[in-house]
Antibody, heavy 123, light 107 residues
């Protein structure tokens, strides 16, 4: 059974860079997309971006200028960096594995999810 | 990018059937997946594809789709089903999109 475990700094000052890592245990890294999703307090889910085992990335256009997602297949880990954070970036950040079927009718799904990391941006 | 629209809140009497809907242009070519989230917990996948349930998800959860609308139906809602529910798909630019979420109250 695949499990995701994530970690990273939970308190940042404005303008700093958020950095989180997610480790994948018990499953193959290939054949899936590996995603970062966040949830501001009391609000809904917001997709940040994704990467596959080959390093191909896809980012939310609203965050693209500040986001970098990378992968280390030798460690079965992938990471998120979000630069120039502000209070608006305060959220619980989740990593998640995404499966995709592209043959129509297409569908995708996120399972499993990491435990979540609360990142607070405050001066 | 496309948006997915959900009703902010829905309620259901214990043991009754409730349908939670998700609307968006992307759903004409993509099945939605559905997630249940309880306070302080990570989302949990409950339905994906045409009507697939992951292992461990009760069969009272089912999914359907018509046109630009996807639905999650809970047949015989239980107290433990009270949670936030989110739909998800990809848009025409292959970006991931989530609905705004529906808070389900079981009365």
């Amino acid at each position: 059974q695949v499990q995701l475990q994530q970690w990273g700094a939970g308190l940042l000052k404005p303008s700093e860079t958020l950095s989180l890592t997610c480790a994948v245990y018990g499953g193959s890294f290939s054949g899936y997309y590996w995603n970062w999703i966040r949830q501001p307090p009391g609000k809904g889910l917001e997709w940040i971006g994704e990467i596959n085992h080959s390093g191909n990335t896809n980012y939310n256009p609203s965050l693209k200028s500040r986001v970098t997602i990378s992968v280390d297949t030798s460690k079965n880990q992938f990471s998120l960096k979000l630069s120039s954070v502000t209070a608006a970036d305060t959220a619980v950040y989740y990593c998640a594995r995404e499966g995709i079927v592209v043959v129509p009718p297409a569908f995708n799904w996120f399972d499993p999810w990491g435990q979540g990391t609360l990142v607070t941006v405050s001066s | 990018s496309s948006e997915l629209t959900q009703d902010p809140a829905v309620s259901v009497a214990l043991g009754q059937t409730v349908r939670i809907t998700c609307q968006g242009d992307s759903l004409r070519s993509y099945y939605a997946s559905w997630y249940q989230q309880k306070p302080g917990q990570a989302p949990v996948l409950v339905i994906y594809g045409k009507d697939n349930r992951p292992s461990g998800i009760p069969d009272r959860f089912s999914g359907s789709s018509s046109g630009n609308t996807a639905s999650l139906t809970i047949t015989g809602a239980q107290a433990e089903d009270e949670a936030d529910y989110y739909c998800n798909s990809r848009d025409s630019s292959v970006h991931v999109v989530f609905g705004g979420g529906t808070k389900l109250t079981v009365l």
